[in-house]
């Protein structure tokens, strides 16, 4: 489905270059749930830019389908961190949606339909015609998620997207986008700095080193697939995974690349 | 307070001063022996003489039409050119010293320059204002476009708003603040450069009838016109709040709600 090979990528600057990420090379196959960790500033969001074709990799290639992406393909979406910037503050909320969906010239009812549900499917149902700015940062970043979802992508991507939320919103957004995942059956990577959340939302969780960027580890999570803020954050599994990619992170942030094995009990 | 008594307070406010202005006016010059400041009751019998007669087809519609004609294609222009030159760093280092180069020639010098080329016409007359009311427009095009979220601008390019809809939807609507902020600096150039436009070489037209005026001694009268050209002015200003009210409305409420600390 989405397959990174070997993205390598420096920036250039003026009389330094800087190695933003040495290696990477991972899968994700159709309908996953992926999430991306890693310490901050480990080029996190470097790496998203670069698969959802933003920006261009020093060297390596991204695949999505099996066609190399060198610009945004039609069949991804993205959901960024900064939801008051990502929305058109000039158009309602039904605009909003609807717009990408004008640009691939979906016919009006089809339409229509898409955006209804949408918007239904976050919990927006009465908003349609309000502006971004006048509802709070949790339902804007659900107004971003029903346009992304609209867009009927092959694959979604999402750069730290709850990370400038309350915690209760949080909390919120995270049940509401694992609901949405498995109502929709869209592929998912999800890049946080918040290991809570990648060990909760994921399927599996890629464990990232500190820059220059390499993966430290590809851990499945064996949680069941029904979660709950409740009960899968107070289960033992939750917590052994939660401090195994925990301990990673800290490696990472030292500096060491040791990949470690994760302990059954 | 009822509808009524809001609004017999918003024309107090809004009327009060410019009332006691006139009234302090026309009690200071009610006496006046000045052959130069004749009394403001004066003024205003002539008023009704001068302007509401032939004149209004014959000076005061052709100066509004070339102020028109003038201004709206420095508006376009401006955005026109100002659109590119914002988007492209590259653009911007090359043409930007030029462009600052030709903001600081005041337009009036421009007058003696443009007759030689376009002749003593109205094409001369709507090139002068098309001279002055592009650079507030172009410049501020510039910064506009230049300003605009690169994080909606990503967004833009994720989901394929490219081409004519990403200049519609992303491009003028992010730089609109701006571009509206440089149109109302274009329009009092605009006004200022009508009226000077005419009194060079001109046959028809409000600034030409005003010199003409001063130059017949005919005090009154020319006072009469320069009291019409404020009214114009004042006039214009409404026409171009009532404009920025609607397309900025989005702009106005947003900046609102930031300053009460956000949203909900």
Redesign the interface.
């Known amino acids: 489905m989405l397959d990174v090979r070997g993205i390598h990528k420096v920036y250039e600057g003026r009389g330094r270059t800087v190695e933003a990420i040495r290696e990477l090379t991972f899968t994700i196959g159709g309908g996953e749930l992926v999430c991306l960790v890693g310490p901050s500033g480990c080029g996190k969001t470097t790496l998203l830019?670069c698969v959802?074709g933003?920006l261009a990799p020093t060297a390596g290639e991204v695949r999505l389908q099996g066609q190399v992406v060198t610009?945004?393909p039609?069949g991804?979406?993205?959901v960024?961190q900064?939801y008051g910037?990502?929305?058109?503050?000039?158009?309602t909320i039904r605009g909003n949606v609807e717009?990408?969906l004008?640009?691939?010239r979906i016919a009006s009812g089809r339409r229509e339909e898409l955006v209804d549900q949408a918007l239904a499917a976050v919990g927006l149902d009465d908003v349609h015609a309000a502006?971004p700015?006048?509802?709070?940062?949790g339902m804007q970043q659900r107004v971003a998620i029903a346009?992304a979802i609209a867009?009927e992508p092959q694959v979604l991507l999402m750069d730290e997207p709850f990370a400038a939320v309350d915690a209760q919103t949080r909390a919120d957004l995270e049940d509401l986008l694992r609901g949405v995942w498995r109502r929709f059956g869209v592929t998912i990577l999800f890049v946080t700095h918040d290991i809570d959340e990648a060990v909760y939302l994921g399927q599996r969780v890629l464990v990232l080193s500190s820059s220059p960027t390499v993966i430290m580890e590809d851990l499945a999570i064996d949680l069941p697939a029904e979660r709950d803020q409740l009960n899968t954050r107070s289960a033992p599994r939750f917590a052994e995974l939660r401090a195994h990619v925990y301990g990673l992170v800290q490696q990472a942030k030292q500096g060491h690349q040791a990949p470690a094995r994760i302990p059954r009990v | 307070m009822t509808v009524a008594a809001r609004l017999a307070r918003r024309a107090l406010v809004t009327l009060g001063l410019p009332l006691v202005l006139v009234a302090v006016w026309w009690v200071a010059s009610a006496n006046s022996e000045s052959f130069y400041l004749p009394p403001l009751r004066r003024i205003l019998e002539t008023f009704a003489d001068v302007w509401l007669s032939a004149r209004l087809a014959d000076d005061v519609l052709p100066s509004l039409l070339r102020l028109a004609v003038g201004y709206l294609a420095a508006v376009a222009l401006g955005v026109a050119v100002g659109v590119p030159v914002g988007a492209s760093r590259a653009l911007r280092d090359v043409v930007e010293p030029v462009l600052e180069f030709f903001r600081a020639i005041p337009p009036t010098v421009m007058v003696p320059i443009l007759i030689l080329v376009a002749g003593i016409g109205d094409t001369m007359k709507v090139l002068v204002i098309v001279f002055g009311c592009i650079w507030p427009v172009l410049l501020n095009t510039v910064e506009g476009v230049r300003a605009i979220d690169p994080v909606l601008d990503e967004t833009a390019r994720c989901y394929g708003i490219r081409g004519a809809a990403r200049l519609r939807h992303l491009v003028l609507r992010g730089a609109s603040p701006q571009i509206v902020t440089g149109m109302r600096q274009s329009l009092s150039i605009g006004i200022i450069l009508m009226v000077i436009s005419e009194m060079f070489a001109s046959s028809n037209g409000l600034g030409f009838t005003i010199i003409q005026f001063q130059r017949g001694f005919a005090i009154p009268e020319m006072w009469s016109g320069i009291i019409l050209l404020g009214l114009v002015g004042v006039l214009l200003s409404l026409v171009f709040r009532a404009m920025e009210g609607r397309v900025l409305a989005w702009y106005h409420s947003l900046r609102r709600s930031h300053r009460d600390g956000g949203a909900a």
């Open positions: 830019k959802a933003l610009a945004p039609p991804m979406a993205v960024f900064e910037r990502s929305l058109f503050p000039w158009m717009l990408p004008k640009q691939k502006y700015w006048q509802l709070s940062g346009r867009y």
